[in-house]
Nanobody, 116 residues
């Protein structure tokens, strides 16, 4: 089992920045990807960014050039640096771990609100 705890969400003005953190614990073997997903009210959960154990990254087109995903393997922590935030980035952001055997773990989510 993997446990994930997100932090760093909050209220920010358009154009501002936030950094989300995801602390992972438990069985961290055979991890395929770690990633950030988000879900806005009335919408489906969508992938924002993913990173492999080899540090290859993948971003949704809507956040390319604005968001940066990274991980600190020594601390079992993943980050999402968000810049130039827009109102449409408002959502609950979830941390995800996916293993090679198909196992998925999710955090409880952290709210990000972009508003003036």
């Amino acid at each position: 089992q993997v446990q994930l705890v997100e932090s760093g969400g909050g209220l920010v003005q358009p154009g501002g920045s936030l950094r989300l953190s995801c602390a992972a614990s438990g069985n961290m073997f055979s991890i395929k990807t770690m990633g950030w997903y988000r879900q806005a009210p009335g919408k489906q959960r969508e992938m924002v960014a993913r990173i492999t154990t080899g540090s290859n990254t993948d971003y949704d087109d809507s956040v390319k050039g604005r968001f940066t995903i990274s991980r600190d393997n020594a601390k079992n922590t993943m980050y999402l640096q968000m810049s130039s935030l827009k109102p449409e980035d408002t959502a609950v952001y979830y941390c995800n771990v996916r293993k090679y055997n198909g196992y998925d773990a999710w955090g409880q989510g952290t709210q990000v609100t972009v508003s003036s």
